[in-house]
């Protein structure tokens, strides 16, 4: 089984319009949940048939993690400015996508998810890409995100004023990864607060927004399909480039 990764752009804020957007592109019904910022993993095991969209609009089941090995089956998770992390096994068939916010990355959503993907579906080579999210630069924050961070985030915060820091999540989600096991990160290439023409972000736009959508499936493909918006590259089967050092960049 080869992964299909795609990170959209802007979507719109109705879910209906944006189901119907990520239809047209070639991903629907795409199974996300309802978002908590926690740590909760939720398992799709085959054989599984995803829900119409009408179904999902109206019960998604509550978590910040799926894990599946249903092949063809579209997962994904909701962002704008939060870190979404894909993650897969080919070899095991087995994908994930994460949703972490800075309350599930001081809960290590993404070692949580790479644990399940190890214990309940037997992969072992796990790779992982991390979309489109707010860099530190743009995240500045008070005490109480740096003091809920786990020892792997103190490299990745800088105090800018007393009793204000600058947080690397991208960065703490890295290293999260690398402590799981993951050698094989992708780091994301745009911010989402540095670019609110092209991506719906929290800082820049409040309430009044949209959302992105990262989205990941199992084919029977030779190739890896990894996609960004209305841009598509193929890549070599496990190619995708492994991170640089977490917070040297990518953005």
């Known amino acids: 089984m080869t992964p299909q990764l795609f990170f959209s752009k802007k ?15 070639g991903y629907a019904p795409v199974f996300t949940l309802y978002q908590e910022h926690g740590d909760t993993v939720v398992r799709l095991r085959k054989p599984f048939e995803c829900p ?3 179904a999902l609009i109206e019960s998604q089941p509550h978590g910040d993690a799926i894990v599946t090995d249903q092949p063809g089956l579209c997962i994904g998770v ?24 800075w309350r599930g990355t001081a809960k290590d959503i993404v070692g949580k998810t790479v644990r399940v993907m190890r214990g309940e579906f037997g992969a072992r ?25 786990p020892p792997e985030a103190f490299d990745y915060i800088t105090m800018t004023a007393p009793g204000r820091f600058t947080v690397d ?4 989600n890295a290293a999260l990864l690398r402590r799981a096991g993951v050698s094989e990160i992708t780091m994301p290439k745009a911010c989402t607060a540095c670019r609110p ?17 990262s989205v990941i499936r199992l084919r029977s493909s030779k190739n890896l399909m990894f996609a960004e918006g209305e841009r598509a590259e193929r ?5 995708c480039a492994a991170a640089s050092q977490a917070g040297a960049g990518g953005f």
């Not at 897969?88 to 949703?99: F, I, S």
């Open 11 to 25: 979507l719109p804020r109705d879910p209906r319009e944006r189901f119907a957007a990520l239809e047209a592109m």
């Open 52 to 54: 119409g969209a009408d």
């Open 78 to 101: 909701k962002t704008a400015d939060c870190v979404p992390v894909l993650l897969w096994d080919g070899t095991a068939g087995v994908a994930a996508a994460a949703h972490a916010g």
């Open 197 to 213: 023409d092209m991506y719906w972000s929290h800082r820049r736009h409040g309430n009044d927004r949209g959302l992105q959508v």
């Open 125 to 149: 080579h796990i790779s992982a890409a991390i979309g489109p999210c707010v860099c530190a630069h743009c995240y500045d924050t008070g005490s109480d995100v740096p003091e809920a961070m």
């Open 235 to 239: 890549l070599r089967t496990g190619g």
């Open 169 to 172: 999540l991208p960065g703490i």
